[in-house]
């Protein structure tokens, strides 16, 4: 069965420090990979999704970034960390090439900026 | 266009009561509408999706009630439980699913808490 794991589960990190968000999946092969942001009272933003291996794409503009260094991890990161990044941050799969197949997603990180 | 609307922000329910959550859409290009549940501290997981060519799917207590023209869709709890309060999101995508550039498209979340 696959499983989608994303650590760390929290995190306090001051103004303009770096960060360093991963997330792995096992048991699946090439699967679609997202980045979402959860704040209060707006939902779920896409932040960026992979279809493969070193294929990033963002839908916001910010100073966030990711990256796919292999098939099933994708991290997410920053060189300088806004009071505006805290949020929720989800890590999600899909499988390749399919219709309506669903997101799974892990378990969130809950990231606060001092 | 692209936006799901999500109604009410948050819902008080009696338990036994029936628990009640809408969504509207303005894109009639959307084909695919599943909804989330997401207890506190955890990711969303997917709880019971419709597609437009039926009006009603039920999975137990859970039923989806799709208005094609009416360009809605709403989420109906029946005999809701203290188990239930989460939560709850609707989502909408394009054809081709939760492939890259067809991402779902997230309501902003319905808070629901049953009383018991």
């Known amino acids: 069965s696959q499983t989608i794991h994303q650590w760390p589960a929290t995190l306090v990190q001051p103004v303009g420090s770096p960060l360093s968000l991963e997330c792995t999946v096992e048991?699946?092969?090439?699967?679609?990979l997202y980045w979402y942001r959860q704040a209060a009272g707006r939902g779920l933003q896409l932040l960026f999704y992979?279809?493969?291996?070193?294929?990033i794409s963002s839908e916001v503009p910010q100073n966030l970034s990711a990256s796919r260094p292999q098939d099933r991890q994708f991290i997410l990161s920053s060189k300088k960390l806004l009071l505006s990044d805290s949020g929720f941050y989800l890590c999600?799969?899909?499988?390749?090439?399919?219709?309506?197949?669903?997101?799974?997603f892990g378990n969130g990180t809950r990231l606060t900026v001092t | 266009q692209q936006q799901v609307k999500q109604s009410p922000q948050s819902l008080i329910v009696q338990k036994g009561g029936i628990s009640i959550i809408n969504c509207a859409y303005e894109?009639?290009?959307?084909?695919?509408f599943p909804w989330y549940q997401q207890f506190p501290g955890k990711g969303p997981a997917l709880l019971i999706a419709?597609?437009?060519?039926?009006s009603e799917k039920k999975e137990g207590r859970f039923t989806i009630s799709f208005n094609k023209s009416a360009k809605q869709f709403s989420l109906h709890i029946m005999d809701s439980q203290p188990g239930d309060s989460a939560t709850y999101f609707c989502?909408?995508?394009?054809?081709?699913?939760?492939?890259?550039?067809?991402?779902?498209?997230f309501g902003k979340g319905t808070t629901l808490s049953v009383s018991s």
């Open positions: 992979s279809v493969g291996i070193g294929q």
């Open positions: 048991g699946t092969s090439n699967p679609n």
């Open positions: 419709i597609r437009p060519d039926v």
């Open positions: 989502a909408a995508s394009l054809p081709g699913g939760n492939q890259a550039g067809t991402a779902l498209i």
């Open positions: 999600a799969w899909s499988p390749p090439g399919q219709g309506e197949s669903p997101l799974h």
């Open positions: 894109n009639t290009a959307f084909d695919y």
